[in-house]
């Protein structure tokens, strides 16, 4: 009886030691099959994270070979299960990197984006990363009708700190103070990006948004939902939800907005950008799917490029309203995902139209071939 009992806790070690050794032996490969370097977040799925190394959230990321560690964040998206990690990679052109995951903390990752609900300025939402700012209108608002306005407003930032608090408490953020500024201007429109339906002709416009829910919020990636009561398109009533992200370095946000309305089963909405009259310099390609503006000299504060990025093809980009608009079909329930954002002149990384060009069809090119992730 002994004898059996030896063996089987013989076996049940050697089981162990195995699968230990293969667990071991796991790694992620990360590769980019397009001719740029490329710095960016990728996303792994936790399920197939848990299979190959377990399901300990206390682990570090290693790249094999420069045994640099990776910064990474544990995406929840408002839940409490892990759904991906996401790892800053940083990759030259037709290469790749082989990650080894060690059981052992990470260090610190220092904040790149950063989201909050503002009540303290009239239930603006603001959000940012250490290239840009943004912010969008709160209920509030509408109880100062000569303040009122309407889309996606931008704050322009030559910092990579996040300022969005510092700013907020100061309330001195009209004047640039060697970090940037917010001289951008919305007015009733949709500002740098933002999205309405679009019927007979006219843009209809929600009232601001009235509740919002914090998904994610850094270091790498900040997401949440803004929400929008019910209001009248034509004749029919309209909800409409939307999911903004904005990752590390990036100069765009992730858009998925959500319309919900009955008795038809789609609806026109267009994503739009605010023109300055006849100043400035439209940028328009349909087949690439890109809407975008380099904005003239505003005076001392520089030029700001806007941009809206289609994830699938707009079925037209024409201008109406003193707008350059994105027309799509929302289907009752399904988001349409698009992409919208800026930057700054004098930040000192794009600097002309044509670089701001540059940069918006590497960043299709990216979405479009994304890196591979294999889990070995």
Partial sequence: MEKIFRGIMLCLLCTGLLSCADRKSSYIVVSNALGVDRKELVSI???????????????RLMEQGSGKELPYQLERLGGKEVKNVLVWVELAANDSIRIEVEKAAAAPVEARTYARYVPERKDDFAWENDKVAFRMYGKALEDFPAENAHGTDVWAKRTSKLVVDEWYKTG?????HGEGLDYYSVGLTLGAGDIAPFVNGKISYPKHYNRYELLDNGPLRSTFKLFYEPWNVGDKEVVVEKTISIDAGSQLNKVEAVFRFDGQDVLPVVAGIVLRGDKGQVIKDQTKGIAAYWEPQHDDDGILGIAVLSAVPATKIFEEEEQLLSLYTA????????????????AGKIKTEEEWTEYLEDYLLRLNQPLIVTVK
Avoid: L
């Fill in 172 to 176: 001195d953020y009209h004047q640039d």
């Fill in 45 to 59: 799925d936790y399920v197939s994270f848990k299979d190959a190394f377990g399901s300990d959230t206390v682990f």
């Fill in 331 to 346: 289907r009752n329930g399904e988001p349409i995902t698009y992409y919208n954002g800026a930057a700054w002149n004098k």
